[in-house]
C-alpha cells in the first residue's frame, strides 16, 4: 500500500506548477549549461523527480523511508547548491512544504493513503429511516 501511495504523492508534486526545475537530470551535460557545470562538484548525490519516478517504477525502493529520503534529498541539493535569493531555492522551499504536507496527509495513522471506513450499518439505518420513514402498524 505505501508504493501507491508514493506514486500518487510522485504524481501530486509533478503537477506542481514549481517542480519543472526538479524533473529531469540537468547535469549530464555540462556544457549545455554553463553556469551549471560545477553542480556535480558542489552536490554529491545529484537525482531528480525521473530518477525516483522509476525507481519506483522498477520495485527499487525497499522502504517508504527510501522514498522520503530520495525525495528529500532533490530539494536539499538545490537548496545547497542555489543562494536563498535564487528562484531555484524558493521553488525547492515551496515544493518540499507541498511535499512534506500531502506526504504526512497521505500516511495519517500509517494507512497509507487508504480510506479507512467506519461500520457503516448504524449510519445506513439512520440514513434509511431519513428516505423511508418507519411506516406505523394499522390496528385492525
Known amino acids: 500500500?505505501?508504493?501507491k501511495h508514493c506514486k500518487k504523492v510522485l504524481k501530486r508534486v509533478k503537477k506542481n506548477d514549481?517542480?519543472?526545475?526538479?524533473?529531469?537530470?540537468f547535469w549530464d551535460d555540462p556544457e549545455a549549461d554553463p553556469e551549471t557545470a560545477d553542480y556535480l562538484t558542489v552536490v554529491k548525490e545529484p537525482i531528480c523527480l525521473d530518477f525516483v519516478d522509476a525507481r519506483l517504477e522498477q520495485d527499487t525502493?525497499?522502504?517508504?523511508?527510501?522514498f522520503l529520503a530520495d525525495m528529500r534529498l532533490i530539494f536539499s541539493?538545490?537548496?545547497?547548491?542555489?543562494?536563498?535569493?535564487h528562484d531555484y531555492h524558493k521553488?525547492?522551499?515551496?515544493?518540499?512544504a507541498f511535499?512534506?504536507?500531502i506526504w504526512a496527509t497521505g500516511h495519517e495513522g500509517n494507512n497509507w493513503g487508504q480510506v479507512t471506513q467506519k461500520d457503516p450499518s448504524k449510519s445506513l439505518l439512520k440514513s434509511q429511516q431519513k428516505i423511508r420513514?418507519?411506516?406505523?402498524?394499522?390496528?385492525?
Open 1 to 3: 500500500a505505501w508504493k
Open 18 to 25: 514549481r517542480s519543472w526545475p526538479f524533473w529531469e537530470p
Open 61 to 66: 525502493y525497499g522502504k517508504p523511508e527510501d
Open 77 to 85: 541539493n538545490a537548496k545547497s547548491y542555489n543562494p536563498p535569493e
Open 91 to 96: 521553488m525547492a522551499d515551496k515544493v518540499s
Open 99 to 101: 511535499f512534506e504536507e
Open 133 to 140: 420513514p418507519q411506516l406505523k402498524k394499522k390496528t385492525p
